[in-house]
């Protein structure tokens, strides 16, 4: 056991994994998980998994301000007829063991679900659909229920790499931190979307810039803003590297302002070839990126390197908010993709998704380095996480 860590929050952590018979993208062998696991974080910072909930490739995660209910995407495909069978479930948070209890399902209308998140109002919840470009959107009931789709914003657009760049392909979305605008990042398209939300309506209207253009080819992945939502930092999945934009709160406008590698300078791995029939797969010599997350500081950012299998440490300027690369971690894994950092910034936890574990590391608190990881834990194909509500003591 290790030692209690200062200032750590016990929380209830919720795991979404790939599960059996389905691969997770360019795994070689099928997922064993279950669904969703439940996790009770100690003040030591191990993991000690608490609960397991059924539902099918729950690759991401979302959960409401209360922390009272937990939404996640079914990613899955068409059916024989070509049919979608992407959809969303909603479940019931236990206060007191963190247990979830599944409340309903719905339809996303389209196919690879692959991320979700909660409006900063709570009356809604938006999806985006990677195999067809779009984001539904659902309203959430005062019990937590979803219902079905009452609108869908459609992506368009194609990128050069014909392997992954086919069409538009929604990878994220989110809203700014004054809960301004919803962005939608779309991988397929090399491109950000950014709609103005009706929060009476759920209604999703291209905003007066409708879209930033990223670099050709480079993939965007997902997106985290500074908490003055004046800068946004964009991973790019198949160039493993980070764009940084500052932005305008009132107008939502981007401008690029840097773009950094998540590798090494002296770094030999590429970008992939990818191939159509199995996309995921990240060839012996490149690198994709995965997950990307800012520190509750804002002093610094993490990036997660699929092929190099990293963590990569960025200091963030306290001025311009410029990235400088500082370190990359072994992730104690093989393609570690979902991450996590607690509330109070002292770990960081990352999935590693093909060698079927997850490693908690401390944030040491003067540089944001990561040392030996606190824990090793085996977990079922881990991709997504979010923190729930904090562990009651024991009386």
């Known amino acids: 056991m290790n030692r209690k860590m200062n200032g750590l929050v ?89 247990g979830l209890a599944v409340l309903n399902q719905q339809p996303t209308q389209g196919g690879w679900p692959c991320h979700c998140s909660v409006h900063p109002s709570g009356r809604f919840l938006i999806a985006a659909n990677y195999g067809t470009g779009d984001y539904p959107v659902f309203p959430i009931a005062s019990d937590g229920r979803l219902g079905s789709a009452i609108f869908v914003a459609k992506g368009e657009g194609s990128g050069p790499d014909t ?109 992939p070839v990818f191939d159509p029939e199995n996309p995921g797969f990240i060839p012996e010599g490149t690198n994709t990126g995965a997950e990307i997350r800012l520190h509750p500081s804002g002093k610094w950012l993490y990036t997660t390197n699929r092929g190099m299998n990293t963590v990569a440490q960025f200091a963030v300027d306290a001025d311009s908010r410029d990235l400088r690369l500082v370190e990359v971690t072994d992730s104690k894994g093989d393609c570690p993709r979902g991450m996590i950092i607690d509330p109070e910034g002292h770990v960081l936890i990352v999935g590693n998704q093909n060698s079927n574990t997850i490693a908690v590391f401390a944030i040491d608190p003067e540089t944001g ?27």
């Open 163 to 271: 392997a992954r760049q086919s069409g538009p392909h929604a990878h994220m979305v989110l809203s700014d931190p004054q809960a301004n605008r919803v962005y939608g990042v779309d991988l397929g398209a090399d491109r950000v979307l950014s709609w103005d939300f009706d929060e009476d309506t759920g209604r999703l209207t291209a905003s007066e810039l409708p879209f930033v253009q990223t670099a050709s080819g480079c993939g965007p992945r997902h997106m985290v803003f500074s908490d003055d939502g004046c800068n946004a930092f964009v991973l790019n999945e198949l160039s493993s590297t980070v764009d940084l934009f500052d932005v305008d709160p009132a107008t939502g406008f981007f401008i690029w302002r840097q773009t950094v590698s998540t590798l090494p300078a002296d770094c030999t791995l590429k970008r």
């Open 369 to 395: 380095r990561l040392g030996d990881p606190i824990q090793v834990l085996d977990a079922p194909s881990p991709v997504d996480f979010v923190f729930g509500a904090k562990v009651e003591p024991t009386p």
């Open 10 to 98: 016990p929380r209830y952590i919720y795991a979404g994994s790939y599960t059996s018979p389905h691969f997770a993208p360019g795994a070689p062998n099928p997922s064993q998980g279950t669904g969703i696991s439940v996790y009770k974080m100690l003040d030591t910072g191990e993991l000690e998994l608490a609960s397991e909930v059924a539902t099918e490739n729950p690759s991401s995660l979302a959960i409401n301000s209360d922390k009272t209910f937990l939404y996640a995407v079914n990613e899955l495909g068409v059916d024989e007829d070509s049919n979608p069978l992407g959809s969303v479930t909603a479940f019931a948070v236990d206060a007191e063991t963190g």
